[in-house]
T-cell receptor
Framework: DAEITQSPRHKITETGRQVTLACHQT?????MFWYRQDLGHGLRLIHY???????NKGEVSDGYSVSRSNTEDLPLTLESAASSQTSVYFC?????????????FGPGTRLTVL | QKEVEQDPGPLSVPEGAIVSLNCTYS??????FMWYRQYSRKGPELLMY????GNKEDGRFTAQVDKSSKYISLFIRDSQPSDSATYLC???????????FGRGTSLIVHP
């Protein structure tokens, strides 16, 4: 069955370290998204991509970067982790031309920055 | 003001009750309306999807959209403890593939 996976599921890191969170989907979806979810804020869009070599900033992109070298993967990199980036991170994907704007989410990565 | 407002709850109901979850939105361009269910420590999963105004029913779940008042509702009949989760509403104008999410309402159904 097609799916979307994230790794690692849990990560503890130190302030200032570079961290990369992986996202892999087997639906062959063109669109991929990264969100963070925090109490009181709900889901906030970090970065998104409409296809290979395409990346765009979301509402909370500072301190994060993404790259899209193939259809299946959209890794999220925290350049220099900060305590404010402690959060749960969700990757999502959606098909181009499908039920518009409905997204399919991964299981999440719980990141703690000490 | 967020574009999509949703009471965070928690909403606690007894098993078998009819549950009403609601959202309001401000952007009249929104045409697509979704409800996601998120269990604790899991990713959101699409529960219901509707286009424009009206009702949509799927088993015990009914989604209702009133575009004139910019009001979205999700009704759950015969609620079960397994319905305990956070419910997120989402809206979109279409084309960008980026929905606007509410903050979610926590629902607890106790036996």
């Amino acid at each position: 069955d097609a799916e979307i996976t994230q790794s690692p599921r849990h990560k503890i890191t130190e302030t200032g370290r570079q961290v990369t969170l992986a996202c892999h989907q087997t639906w062959n979806h063109n669109n991929m998204f990264w969100y963070r979810q925090d109490l009181g804020h709900g889901l906030r869009l970090i970065h998104y991509s409409y296809g290979v070599q395409d990346t765009n900033k979301g509402e909370v992109s500072d301190g994060y970067s993404v790259s899209r070298s193939n259809t299946e993967d959209l890794p999220l990199t925290l350049e220099s982790a900060a305590s404010s980036q402690t959060s749960v991170y969700f990757c999502a994907s959606s098909p181009e031309g499908g039920s518009t704007d409905t997204q399919y989410f991964g299981p999440g990565t719980r990141l703690t920055v000490l | 003001q967020k574009e999509v407002e949703q009471d965070p709850g928690p909403l606690s109901v007894p098993e078998g009750a009819i549950v009403s979850l609601n959202c309001t939105y401000s952007n009249s361009a929104f045409q697509y309306f979704m409800w996601y269910r998120q269990y604790s420590r899991k990713g959101p999963e699409l529960l219901m999807y509707t286009y424009s105004s009206g009702n949509k029913e799927d088993g015990r779940f009914t989604a209702q959209v009133d575009k004139s008042s910019k009001y979205i509702s999700l009704f759950i009949r015969d609620s079960q403890p397994s319905d305990s989760a956070t419910y997120l509403c989402a809206t979109a104008s279409g084309g960008s593939y980026i929905p606007t999410f509410g903050r979610g309402t926590s629902l607890i159904v106790h036996p």
